[in-house]
């Protein structure tokens, strides 16, 4: 697809399409590199917000084991 670059200030930008930014599942932020001579433009994941997801996919478990809270031997006196 061809689009129009558009002068802001200094730069230029590019306006990308509704489907285009649905296809790619863009937020408000992109990055960009550059790739053998081309722009490249991914959307920014949200870092672990797909991580329970992933979890539950994985194991059948519903939780991390993070959000599980402390057992008996995180509740026990340690001597050193």
């Known amino acids: ?3 129009n670059l558009v002068k802001i200030g200094n730069s230029q930008g590019v306006r990308i399409p509704k ?21 490249v433009i991914t959307p920014v994941g949200r870092g672990r ?7 539950q996919a994985a194991t059948g478990e519903d939780l991390l084991l993070q959000s599980a ?12």
């Open 1 to 3: 697809m061809e689009v």
């Open 19 to 39: 489907p285009l930014l649905e296809q790619c599942a863009f937020g408000n932020v992109a990055e960009l590199e550059v790739r053998d001579g081309a722009l």
């Open 49 to 55: 917000a797909e991580w329970n997801t992933a979890f």
């Open 69 to 80: 809270g402390a057992n008996a031997f995180d509740r026990e006196e340690w001597e050193w």
